[in-house]
């Protein structure tokens, strides 16, 4: 199998990794129905952590199965399967070659107090679970924001030296933040940013809106504007991502209408972004419904822009 | 010996786990009165470090001596005893090969003034006291969460890779917690599925309430209401533990009356957990009161249910 | 992607494994045209070191060229490329994620006195240039085997530790083997099946002829005789490796025309062996030539055998 | 290559360094247009992290590429580039061998409440990107400043034992200072000490002003006066550096105009500083912009003060 | 600094290896009068270990002070210098940063029975001396090779991703190879490839003659002979090494006519050798002798052969 041009100039972005790095983002890269394109969507199910396991799979109780999950991104031709290390070890040897998977080895939990996460996995589990890459969140902004980065710096170190990739989810929270902040454009930015100098090789961040939240950075964004597109605010999330040399995905954050989130992708399409992680507003939908919804977003991605979506219809 | 279609289903679950590992649970699947259902009664009994001698041996002073617990669950065909390290070390060398042994590797008291445990074993000791597994606390809510996932993490990752099976206490408490939230449905089922997260392979949570708890959990709950039966709250349990695929059990709790524990037995068994795991209860009666209230737990399991209990006329 | 149930049903042959090593399996069993039969053509290139560049490349200069052999491998549409360290490193990352590649950890030359290997690369290597597996070499019958045998145990341990599988070239030599010794029946059999007993993941072993050289071993073959036919004789050596529960590839051996090796790979077919590894039979034609030989070889796994085979003609 | 004597001499004050540290000392000192002089320019570019991606690259969006700097500093003949790990990694193999790159192993965001930093980068990551130096930021007077110096002292002993230098930039900061406190005379002068109390091999401190801070020393001050003057002020600053045994750069802070920089670096070159530290005023800049502006810094440097700088012009 | 195109093209061959060690293969080829061409002369100081100090030294006895060979090396405008621990601790800090310097981390003595050499030297004693490489060398047919090839990959593997380059010394020696054998063209093609599939960087062997030693070798070059010319048998040693994607130098072996050594330099340059490594012959003339010798074979490498050379004169 031969890697696209594209893949192929994606993977000279990252000049400083070692082979088994760039074969597992090859991995990645060339999976699923978007394989090869340089754009992916990515499933991932750490919202049982995060938010409890009712909260996160009543609505599809299939869902509370880990091999659901593991099926519904092989079938609808993702790029990667990302979840903790219980869920994936309920299934890395029955799908065992089948789809990349990505190990998220911190979490955290509606119970905790501090903005903070637990490290609850290790480069060794990913690499005896046959993991492509870890996953890894920050809080930029948190209190706790310095532990969770050297717990990233030490645990990424580890992952480079032994071929697997670095997905960085840079959630931004904490004390200067309000509601409105942690979605900022500025702020998604600078999350974004952030994640990219910590030598991440994917970095997940929300779409933005077009508030700007630093006071400080005001100036800057009144006398160089993004205009008021959800595809140009995108597009200055790429650029804060390196001028757009390293990859960056988008969570879908909430559940929501199928037409949202196909509005989304258009503009994250549009705004050179390389795709979509979907939660939540994949795995709380029947599997059919959740399949033409993929479907459908896999078809943006592809440059095919249906009048009317299935998934929305 | 041959596994049963029961137990050899439930090993498949773990897959990703080696035949060691594999091998030890099989162990105490197929122990005592109970091998072979994928039911389990578990003795259990670090109540002397969680709550002093005292008030943990004195009603039956025989209990004292950590030859009587080893005894009793011999005598009474459990499927393991679980203790700290040395209980175990005073008893592993005349009782082995006698039953299926869970060290306990971390420890609270009841002077602490954190909700946190020491780690006071290692997977050392479990292999040369040969143990079947280690078993581990955690706190989900308490401020020392994430420590104990951390701690957690690393001794679970030694275990397996050592072939020995790890049984996570999930016990929630902390400050978003009152009494009636720690042992509330949507905090059971949460610390259950994190247990689940965290690599379990055999779960250990309260029987919850009907209680909802968590203000974010309870529009989930209304729109898929769990009925207001116990047996229905242990099934919603089950489910949270990978939908069925991961074994979890219920303790006892407080000393109470044998009916009251036989009526939990039965709401266990009908809900689908794997079984009880009674400290308390069992080793502060009398041997022959304890023997009877085992055997009519273990009866409640194997599907028969008389009229009237004989340990509670 | 989806295995096929061939593949799925090999995969459950190595039970033990961890579900990295699965994935790394199911990757070389998945790649090339052969992928999901359960067949496998495998490109090796050791020959550099064990004969020295110019017999091994002065006949197809082009292949003096690292690069020549991942193309060639890419191109024909095979399984896995072998390589020692340096070969690997001067294409892995040009090649990331375009075929399994197997990192040859051992090597001799034809300047040794000793029936040994030196161990010339780490697990460490192989994880960091993305490889699917080690390779090594063990001796059978050599006056070093049994510590060559000892550092494949080092070395296959830490592999399976980290999710990589574990090729084991087994080539009977030494004192109580002459020349035809080395490729007799018995000799075959039981290098294929120490290989297994060592714990290898997929064993290469030069095909048998009908010689019983071993005295002790003859009043068995005499009593339980194996048919003087290739094929039958290959299906002696799949069942020396459990049954046939192990992947077994044959080497080509020296340069010979291409009808022999498609014999060859009928009789491997014929047999169930699980297919060919081929190296100088492969690169030291033209690249046209080894083209249209390992389209044929193939075919012939594929279950299509041409009456006269076009590399043949 | 043989070095100048002025290099020489510099080398001489690190008499308890290893080779390696020499060596990269005078492979920064050796580079670029002020190669051999004993002054240095160098670019850092951390503001990506300090203020977030659009303070830094906006004004200039050919910054975000982190391509960009290294040419930036390659082209205008600096001595150094200095970043944190990400910016490093994206281009370290590209520009191999052009400058000497500095790593900055910790770092702070805009969105911080405590004065502190996150360790983001280790000695290991230096020398697998070929840095020649690892650069860290201390806050004395912060109330994390022990912290940070301890971190400080663990990972300068890792990096002077593997060879490369040290560059500390010290920027006071804490409850005891206000505003006009940070860049007093006394502070700047007792951070720059401080940093190379430390160990320091370069330090990095911002121009002092003529204010006095700390009221104990006021006394001192009054009695040995600094001259009102801009030079003498840094060499006051020089002087607290081990009498000028230790090489200390300034920063140039934040944005402002050609013809200011050009006095800071005149009063700089005069008072026997080491050279300037230049980011926001070189990348925040149109390229030829900056380029101009550094050629016109370096004139200074070499004692070349032209009437009328052509980029204040 | 902006590399030339020539070095861009070689450093892309070691496409496996991280910036820190692409950066230190561009200082050895950046460095000195042949600085950008692809290139080399390096002087090595090992003889004294190898001969002992009178043999080595006593032609020229102020050759018996460590700092001489850096300052002829630097003089001479050589592209770096090569010795063992001793030697190089003796004026790395002297000559910190004025020549890259290769630390020879095995060596030999003329009291040793063995074919072997002892490891005398670490990774760390190269870093903490600021070396760009580290030398080693192997006899690829003594009984001891594999031990050889084995420290060698240990040492390797270690310096690779600390930064450094590697450097192998291939010298063929043992029961296998009687005088005329070890200088074979088909036995030093041999060595030159072993060192290459060890992973060396550069490469260093003797210029062959036209001895063929191995009869097994002997149909293939009767089959593809080699010319009998200099400049052939040098550009089969060239395509021996990866088809010249990696560096191979040729030592100047024992002392001889300046004459013959131009020769040989003309020979290497014409059939593609990377250049010279020339020890006795350099240092055991008188320093200005040594200077016009290099001078003359810097010529022959930047493709100036004057009629009558100027050291010959």
Redesign the interface.
Known sequence: ???TPK?REI?S???????????????IL??GKLGGTGRMVILPVDQ??E?????SF??N??A???R?HFELA?EAGLNAYAA???????????Y????PTILKVN?S??????K???????V??A?????AAIGFTIY??S?E???M??EL?EIA?EAK???LAVVVWSY?R????DKAGETAL??C??A???A?????HIIKVKPPTGVIS?A??KP??D??PVEDDAARRIA?IV??C??G??LVVFSGGEAKGAEALLAEARAIHEGGGNGSIVGRNAFQRSKPDALQLLADMIAVYQGQAPAVTKAAA
Chains 1, 2, 3, 4, 5 share one sequence.
């Open positions: 199998m031969l890697l893949v993977l972005w990252y000049e400083s990794d070692n082979p088994g790095t760039k074969a597992n983002l090859a991995r060339m999976q049982g952590f938010h409890g396991p009712a909260r009543a609505p109780p299939a509370y199965d880990p659901y092989i903790p290390l219980g869920m994936i070890e309920a299934g890395a040897a029955t065992a070659g089948c789809i979490s939990n509606s119970l905790a107090t501090s903070d996460q637990a490290v609850t996995a290790t060794g589990d690499l005896r679970l046959g993991c930029p902004g209190e924001q310095f532990g980065m050297e710096r170190e030296a032994a071929g931004p904490g004390p200067m933040l500025d702020i930015a600078y974004a940013h952030v990219a100098l910590l030598g991440a630093l400080a950075a800057t964004y006398k160089s200055h650029q804060a390196f001028g040399r390293r």
